[in-house]
């Protein structure tokens, strides 16, 4: 059962995979509408639920209902990632539905961060479609099932938005918040800008706590590198952060600004002479990365630079990591919680204050 649709100029191609694993998988692949070349390949998204699960489900392993169910599911999320921008070029997301995940796990997810995404969703549809964004769809079950939250919480934030008229419903009839027949209006617009400008938190962190160094100040308290593989650490750590008014580049907070920059230079600058420190987070997708490689080498070249303390690792796995000696003080993940991690980090910047 394959099937093929077009969606925010891209076209969605699934297939049902054909495999000796005890369960069923469905691939959709993502291309520019128009691509000619498998490079130009925007993201894949694959969904495989075991055969336990199947019949926990189901009860009949066979049944149709299972494939088309799949298609459905792993098209919403595919269709999600593309309204929200939530991708990496050429990335796999994959995700196994077993017995013990077969009920998705919600997670706890602020209000103002749901409002965030569901006015970031429509101001892409808006974009990708400026005369006729009226008539277009969020897929409200992608977009749930992306940031771990059920329907509920996306309705009463939907409703929020509309009673506030940051968004609208759409033009024919059927179109509303329900079906996902929603757009971002000229109100919507402004008011995500606001949000966004809430993840950059002004200064001081405190009234004893500055955000200068002894000498120099910096845009940014902390920033953070990492590999997108590893972003949910990133920002369960960003958020923590944040919350403690500590000024954080974190690239999710930071769409607008980085929006139409060459990306080289602004994150050059960025671990290279913005921060007060620099986090990273080490892998071993972020040992791969060419970006995250740029990041660290900006990263180090500063610390060489200037003789002091300034990259603060954070070791995910064992991988060495080329440039970082042994040496280096290092801290992990399995050793410490993101509160932990949190709280070293204000200790750190109280004592060069």
Known sequence: MDREIKYQNAVLMGSIELSSRDGKGCWITVEPDGAELESERLFSEYTFITRT???????????????????????????????????????????????????????????????????TGLLNIRKKNPLQYQFEEIDINGFCSILGIDEKQYLFNASILLEDDFISEGEPEGLDISTGGIFITSSGIKYLSELINKGKPSPPITEEVTTSGKDKEYDYDVAITFAGENRDIAEALAKGLAQKNIKVFYDAFEQAELWGKNLYDHLSHI??????????????????????????????????????????????????IPGLPETVGYISIKDNSIDNIVELVYKKLIKIS
């Open 53 to 119: 699960a199947i019949r926990m489900q189901y009860r009949d392993a066979k049944s149709e209902l299972v494939t088309s169910e799949l298609m459905d599911y792993t098209l919403s999320k595919a269709k999600a990632r593309i309204a929200l921008g939530l991708y990496e070029m050429g990335k796999e997301y994959k995700q196994e539905i077993n017995s013990s995940t077969l009920k998705e796990e919600l997670k706890q997810v602020d209000d103002s961060l749901i409002q965030k995404w569901i006015l």
């Open 271 to 320: 671990y290279g002479k913005a921060a007060r420190y620099c986090i990273m987070l080490l892998s071993k997708d972020y040992a791969d990365k060419m970006w995250t490689t740029l990041e660290r080498k900006s990263a180090q070249a500063r610390a060489f630079r200037e003789k002091t303390e300034y990259i603060l690792p954070i070791r995910l796995d064992e991988t060495e």
